[in-house]
């Protein structure tokens, strides 16, 4: 069943050649129980490593059931493994995370698709544990830890079972229950391959190799071979069925799971770079998002399809100083709204700062002097009593509509509507508070208070031009044309020689402005979630080094799941998905944390936040990658492992 001829293993130790195998040959028929012997550094372990896949001769051949199989690539003498051979090691080598029913059963995960805990739990029975299948290994004897690995290596239903020092660790007692059961098993047509230094063990087999200095050097027969094992075919193994990919995918989540939730504290301490990443970038999106919303929408109530006429600049003897002939009127305003088909309305304004008092309170505020249309063009119908009349600005009365952060500094909690207060010394009357606009990032839009331009221009800030006319243009797609019709309008109104065209008037576009505006905004939320993407990469450099700590602490197990069948393409998903459930737990409650600060931040701060669907698919997807890309590493490290420096390792 078993045939080594003429291998020989090297290793190199600085300049030195040592052999730990030289041209040994040796042939295991099926059914029989084999113990090789010899003092350390024998040989013996290093034989017993070829026979069992785990290690490779570098010169000589190796035939399982007359397959040559020492130019068989890892995962290839993986899946052989997997169907042919069962360990039991002399550390035991069980998963202290682990029952002894799921140690039992952890081949089956890589051999037997769909298969349960059944067979497991009946194979320990047989070695009497059936009353210790849900114990973990620390609740376990050294006797009950050696047999949990017996059951293990039988649950795949081998044809051969190597042991390596299997009662090295344990008393006489234990000792006697072990090698009764390798008999047995040897009686029940399963083939032992069993290491031993010790005479009274090897004595128990039914074959003793002696090996010295990598050669077998005495071979002997100590109880016939059955005639009907020796007689038996041995069918060379055949690879095991592929699990379907659902399948494979959901028990790699499930063993990960499992390893992830044994080092509970660790976990957390993972997760928590990402979640703080994207807590922040959700955080920081969704500020950037209210204050753009905010912004755009502030702007939307000064209308999309407004032009604002300014008064240029001329030179004259190289100094740029304001014109007297491009100074406006409330006669301009008039006739651009009755000249221009593409004016639908035009509105005079007048501004300036000034002080407002009432009660022993004073306000330094804006006061707009406007039409009445300006109501309607800004959205400015008050919210609370009216505003001004056409009659009220040709009379030049006294009136006054207020922005609601007037009324609160001035009148408090009280009723603003009917009362008189001052500006600049001169006596007003309420009589119509300003829907609430809230602040912009430049001024508070609620701080203002709008009286008729007339008055403003003749009584309180005597002058005899108006500062701006905003012009409402009947159709929002053709601003642009409307703006150069304005232009060559006013120009000519105003006879403005061709040579100072350009600089006589200025017309602002409210479209262009809100669209650099969302640009900035957009810019802005870009640079903040960028700020707040270093956080995540930080987290993941952290989970990086967890999983590479995880890979140094887990050797023994990786070199484990390579013996009992794991091939490397299983180790590398199981790491990538314990780093990717890292990174999509700690996304899950990075996105529940940030809705949570962002809650926060609105109510102490006032601010406006707005969390998009997108920004949370962005955050939780990020944090995806990042797992991905920094679990690679340390997943490509265990996969790479070599199984008997994994088992080896302390």
């Known amino acids: ?82 169907r042919t051979i069962g360990f039991v090691f002399q550390q035991f080598n069980l998963l202290p995370r682990m029952t002894a029913l799921e140690n039992v059963a952890l081949p089956l995960f890589y051999h037997s698709p769909g298969v349960g805990t059944a067979n497991a739990r009946a194979l320990l029975e047989v070695v009497g544990l059936g009353s210790r299948v849900q114990h973990k290994t620390n609740e376990l004897s050294g006797g009950q830890q050696q047999r949990v690995a017996i059951a293990r290596a039988l649950v795949n ?149 407004l032009l604002i006429l300014r008064p240029g ?18 006669a301009d305003a008039q006739e651009l709204k009755g000249r221009l088909t593409d004016v639908r309305d035009a509105v005079p304004i007048v501004s300036g700062r000034a002080q407002a008092t009432h009660g022993g309170k004073n306000w ?7 039409a009445p249309e300006y109501a309607r063009m800004r959205s400015a119908t008050p919210a609370r009593g009216r505003f001004f009349s056409q009659l009220e600005n040709q009379t030049r009365s006294m009136v006054a509509v207020i922005g609601a952060t007037v009324a609160r500094e001035l009148f408090a909690d009280k009723d603003p509507l009917g009362e008189s207060f001052k500006v600049n010394k001169l006596n007003f009357q309420v009589i119509g508070v300003l829907p609430s606009k809230g602040s912009s990032g430049w001024r508070d839009q609620d701080d203002v208070i709008v009286i ?98 995880s890979v140094t602490e887990r050797t023994r197990e990786i070199g484990l799941r390579k013996a009992i069948g794991a ?18 737990t700690g996304g899950v409650c990075g996105v529940l944390f940030g809705w949570a600060a962002t809650s926060a931040v609105a109510r102490a701060l006032g601010w406006a936040t707005f969390i998009s669907a997108s920004s949370v698919a962005l955050a939780f997807l990020f944090s995806v990658a990042i797992g991905l890309i920094f679990g690679i590493y340390p997943a490509r490290r265990a996969a790479r492992s070599n199984p008997i420096e994994a088992l080896r390792h302390e």
Request: aromatic share 4%; charged share 25%.
């Open 364 to 370: 330094n505020t804006e006061v707009t002097g406007a």
């Open 313 to 330: 600049a001329t030179r004259v003897s190289g100094v740029a100083q304001e014109s007297r002939a491009t100074r406006l009127s409330l």
């Open 157 to 305: 239903s081998p044809t051969v079972i190597f042991a390596d020092e299997p009662t090295g660790n344990l008393d006489s007692a234990s000792e006697k229950e072990i090698m009764a059961i390798l008999r047995r098993l040897n009686e029940g047509g399963i083939t032992i391959v069993m290491i031993t230094h010790e005479e009274d063990i090897g004595a128990q087999a039914k074959r003793r190799i002696r090996m010295r200095d990598g050669k077998v050097i005495a071979d002997e027969r100590l109880e016939p071979l059955a005639a009907a094992a020796a007689a038996r075919p041995a069918a060379p193994p055949q690879p095991p069925r592929e699990r379907g990919f659902v399948f494979q995918a959901l028990g790699h989540v499930r063993q990960s799971l499992h390893s992830l939730w044994s080092n509970k504290v660790r976990t957390a301490l993972s997760m928590l770079g990402i979640l703080i990443g994207v807590a922040a970038v959700i955080t920081m999106l969704a500020i950037g998002n209210g204050a753009q919303r905010e912004i755009e929408r502030q702007l939307s109530s000064l209308g999309s399809n």
């Open 1 to 82: 069943m078993l045939e080594v001829e003429n291998v020989s293993r090297i290793y190199k130790m600085g300049d030195s050649v040592v052999y730990a195998l030289k041209d040994a040959s040796l042939s295991i028929a099926r059914g029989d129980f084999v113990a090789i012997m010899g003092p350390s550094g024998s040989g013996k372990s290093t034989l017993m490593n070829i026979l069992g896949l785990l290690d490779a001769p570098d010169s000589g051949a190796y035939r399982i059931a007359g397959r040559d199989v020492a130019g068989l690539g890892e995962e290839q003498l993986a899946l052989l493994r997997r």
């Open 567 to 584: 091939r490397p393409a299983d180790i590398l998903i199981q790491f990538l998905i314990e780093a990717v459930v890292l990174t999509m």
């Open 452 to 549: 008729p331009v007339q008055t403003a221009m003749r009584r309180l800030f005597g002058k005899t031009y108006v500062d701006s006319i905003e012009i409402e243009v009947a159709d929002p797609e053709k601003l642009e044309d409307a703006r150069e019709r304005v232009l060559a309008f006013m120009e000519k109104r105003h006879r403005i020689p061709p040579s100072r065209g350009e600089d006589a008037f200025r017309v602002q576009n409210l479209a262009d402005i809100r669209q650099a505006i969302s640009a900035s905004g957009r810019t802005m939320s870009a640079l903040l979630a960028a700020i707040a993407a270093i956080s995540l990469i930080v987290g993941g450099i952290g989970i990086m080094n967890i999983m590479l700590v």
